[in-house]
């Protein structure tokens, strides 16, 4: 920790950044250990390995790839700290490279797993309106990924911008970019939850083994 000074109250020298490096280290061993699981089952039930299976893996790796961005975030930019304390330039100029590459690997964690969990719907229910419904959201989700990252890349003029704040640059809106680029996503993972729903209910199954199949897909919202 940098040497204290006096002039800057006590408390703005907490460093809350070991929380996110927690969290970080916590789900990248969930998400290990159920893509794990799910290659598992499918090797008990000897079954073949389908295209949902074979996305779990760059899905993974996108979300190992965005929490080993989290705890470089706090090892090498001082996220938990306040910005008064870090006196070393240096740390500022790390904490905006990692910033502007954790948008862009959130897309990426964001969008892989979601097309993952669509083909494995395309599996499961032969519907061919249920399927129309599926691809119609899938590319939803391609396009709210490759828009996030490409004004992700480019949301500074230069690009080097968003890390150096050099005195000639210029960047978009990010707060509202930040804000407004969530309502989609949002909104996707609520349609994701709701549709198979719609599906087990058809299912020539008693309330009780709907009610619990239902549960199933919208824990699935979690």
């Known amino acids: ?31 290990i ?15 073949q390995i389908g295209p949902d299976e074979w996305m779990c893996i760059p899905a993974l790796v996108a979300c190992l790839a965005l929490n080993a961005n989290c705890i470089a975030f706090v090892e090498v930019g001082g996220a938990g700290r306040h910005v008064q304390t870090i006196t070393d330039p240096e740390v500022l100029v ?27 719907y395309l599996r499961i229910f032969p519907n061919s309106r249920f399927k129309m419904a599926v691809y119609i959201l899938g590319f939803m989700v391609l396009g709210w990924g490759f828009g996030v ?18 005195p000639t640059g210029h960047c978009i809106n990010l707060l509202a970019f930040y804000r407004w680029v969530s309502l989609p996503n949002l909104l996707a993972d609520v349609v994701m939850v709701l549709l198979p729903v719609n599906m087990v209910w058809k299912l020539q199954m008693t309330v009780r083994q709907n009610l619990a199949l239902s549960g199933v897909f919208l824990m699935g919202g979690m």
């Open 94 to 120: 790390r904490w905006g490279k990692c910033l502007y590459s954790q948008i862009i690997l959130y897309s990426f964690a964001i969008a892989l797993p979601k097309l993952a969990i669509l083909l494995f």
């Open 33 to 47: 250990i159920v893509v794990a699981a799910r290659f598992y089952a499918t090797r008990l039930k000897k079954a």
């Open 149 to 166: 990252i490409f004004s992700s890349i480019f949301q500074c003029s230069p690009i080097s911008y968003a890390w150096t704040m050099s």
């Open 1 to 31: 920790m940098a040497d204290t000074d006096a002039s800057l109250p006590k408390d703005l020298y907490q460093d809350d950044g070991y929380r996110l490096t927690t969290v970080a280290c916590v789900f990248s061993v969930l998400c």
